[in-house]
Every structure is written in C-alpha cells, then in structure tokens.
C-alpha cells in the first residue's frame, strides 16, 4: 500500500486552499505523516493564475528537506465542447510543471441525470487522450452545491445508473494512453454527500479499472491542512479495490534548483 505519497496538493497561494497551506506549512505536515514523495498541483485555469503559480516555485526552491517533490498543476475544462483543458504546451512548458493532472469540474449546463452522465464520461475520455495529462481527477466528482435539496444532482447515491460500457471504455482508452486514474480522498472519500453504497460501488468501479490494467495515483486534494493525512485513506481504499503497488504511478521529482 502506497500511505507514504500524495500526488495531489493544493496551497494558499491561488486562494482554493486556505490558509493553513502556505507551502512550508505543507511541506512541513508531508514529512510529518511520513511521506516520501509528494506532486504540488495547484489550480491553473487561466492567466490569472501565473503569478500565484510562480510563487508557488519559489517557495518550493527554497526547500531543503527529505521530501521528494514532484512540480505539477492541476487543469480543468476550458471548452466544455472541445473538451480542451486550460493550459496548452506552450503554458505547460513555459511554468515546467513535470506533473500535470486535469478533468471536468461540474455540470457544464446539463440538467438531464443521463446528459451530466454522458457529458462527465466525453470530458473525462477527452482529457485522457490529452497527451499533456498524466492522470485524470476525481472521477464522477461533483462539488457539494451540486447535491443540495431540490439540485438536480440529489439523484447520485450510487452508480447504478452510470452505463457499464464507461468504465469499460474509460479502462481502455486509459491503457491506451498511458493515464493514470486518480484515486482521491478529499473529493470522494471525504465527501459526505456520497452514501456508502456509492463508495462500494466505486470500490468495484476501482477493481474493474484495475482488472482492465489501468494504473493509478495516490490523493488528497487536500485543501486544509487537516486534509493532507487523507492520502493514506486513498492509498488504503486502492489496496481494498485490490490495486497492487506496481500499479501506482509515481512521477520523478523535479529539480527545482
Ligand atoms: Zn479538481
Ligand atoms: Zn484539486
């Protein structure tokens, strides 16, 4: 069981995070909770976020520390149509991040349950055929605002309704591609508008991905500093889906001179 990564951590600099996580606090509770090797992937969805993104660097160069650290970002939709993220090579290359994760976030106007099923499904293949990413986010994540009374999302207390032939064809287009699936805490294990059968059933949904050969990531999305100890319970919720360690992705770390 990897508990000693997470491949997935946001700090207070882009202003998602709060802000218990300035980067050397961060780092700090990583080595903490034992971690050897860590990706900083904070937000990027647009230019408004490159300053933020570059203090970000800074501050990682100025760590001296046991810690391995992989410089990534994390990327969303940007045309919900073309199912473009927001950051091309030229940005990816310009920022050097060497770990780049992305995925839908939300609805993108659908109100139909089988239209946001099929729309998540088209986004989530689009951006694993993009050859920039190196691991989808929190699959069939959608923000809590989405559950409440009278939402059209009050229907997701399990996956029954999700057609069988997406996980089959994510697994293949993700072996295919070489992408990592993400297996996040925060956004998923954590998420108290998620029932416990709908974790059981994204236990299996995990078995299936791996028995298809996918491989996966480590996170905790972590967004407080309380937070970061989540990776471990990914970490363990992969071991229950049967997901053995050769299967988990980690990047190299980067040099950050
Ligand atoms: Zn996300
Ligand atoms: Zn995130």
């Not at 990897?2 to 961060?26: K, Y």
């Not at 030229?90 to 995925?103: H, L, M, R, S, Y």
């Not at 791996?210 to 990531?217: D, I, K, R, Y």
Request: hydrophobic share 40%; with cysteine; charged share 25%.
């Amino acid at each position: 069981m990897r508990d000693d990564i997470d491949l997935h951590l946001h700090t207070a600099h882009v202003g998602c995070a709060n802000e218990t996580m300035s980067v050397p606090a961060l780092l700090a509770k990583c080595e903490e909770l034992g971690y050897t090797h860590i990706a900083i992937t904070d937000h990027y969805n647009g230019p408004h976020h490159a300053e933020a993104q570059r203090a970000i660097r800074e501050d990682l160069r100025a760590y001296d520390g046991p810690l391995q650290i992989t410089w990534g970002v994390e990327l969303t939709i940007a045309d919900a149509d073309a199912g473009t993220l927001t950051a091309d090579e030229a940005t990816v290359e310009e920022f050097g991040w060497e770990f780049v994760i992305g995925g839908p976030h939300g609805r993108y106007g659908e109100t139909d349950v089988d239209a946001i099923i099929a729309t998540q499904h088209r986004l989530m293949l689009a951006t694993l055929r993009n050859p920039l990413v190196d691991a989808l986010v929190h699959p069939w994540w959608f923000s809590r605002g989405e559950f409440a009374p009278g939402k059209e999302m009050a229907w997701m207390t399990d996956m029954s309704r999700f057609p069988t032939w997406h996980v089959e064809e994510l697994g293949e287009v993700a072996v295919e591609t070489g992408t990592a699936i993400e297996m996040n805490a925060d956004a998923i294990l954590h998420q108290d508008t998620y029932t416990p059968r709908f974790h059981e059933h994204y236990l299996a949904y995990m078995a299936r991905l791996h028995e298809l050969g996918a491989t996966f990531t480590v996170a905790s999305d972590a967004h407080d500093i309380k937070q970061v100890e989540y990776a471990k319970n990914a970490a363990r919720f992969l071991a229950d889906a049967g997901v053995p360690d050769e299967r988990i992705v980690v990047p190299a770390a980067t040099e950050l001179g």
